[in-house]
Nanobody
Framework: QVQLVESGGGSVQAGGDLRLSCVVS?????????RAWFRQAPGKEREGVAV???????LYADSVKGRFTISRDNYKNTVYLQMNNLQPEDTAMYYC???????????????WGQGTQVTVSS
């Protein structure tokens, strides 16, 4: 059974930083070597934030380029999202996902965590 467990969310002021973590078990999922972060704000669709391949290739949403960095430690089966210079519009539930493409389209991702809340105040 695939499990993804996020941590690291919280409340910060605008301009602050947070680092999210997601432990994936088992570490290898057949056909799903990509790891991604999505987010969903109240009343909005879930949107892709960043995705990373097993070898380190990455893709970012335009809204977070230059501020967020996705990384992974394949030995620890963990994917990270370093979020710098957070803004109120970044407020959302953040979800970790495992999927089969370097894409920010959620249909490529079949396994999801429960989410961790990030709240940014102005």
């Amino acid at each position: 059974q695939v499990q993804l467990v996020e941590s690291g969310g919280g409340s910060v002021q605008a301009g602050g930083d947070l680092r999210l973590s997601c432990v994936v078990s088992p570490g290898y999922i057949h056909g799903a070597t990509y790891r991604a972060w999505f987010r969903q704000a109240p009343g909005k669709e879930r949107e892709g934030v960043a995705v990373i391949g097993f070898g380190g290739s990455t893709l970012y949403a335009d809204s977070v380029k230059g501020r967020f960095t996705i990384s992974r430690d394949n030995y620890k089966n963990t994917v990270y999202l370093q979020m710098n210079n957070l803004q109120p519009e970044d407020t959302a539930m953040y979800y970790c996902a495992a999927g089969s493409a370097l894409s920010l389209t959620k249909s490529w991702f079949k396994d999801w965590g429960q989410g961790t809340q990030v709240t940014v105040s102005s």
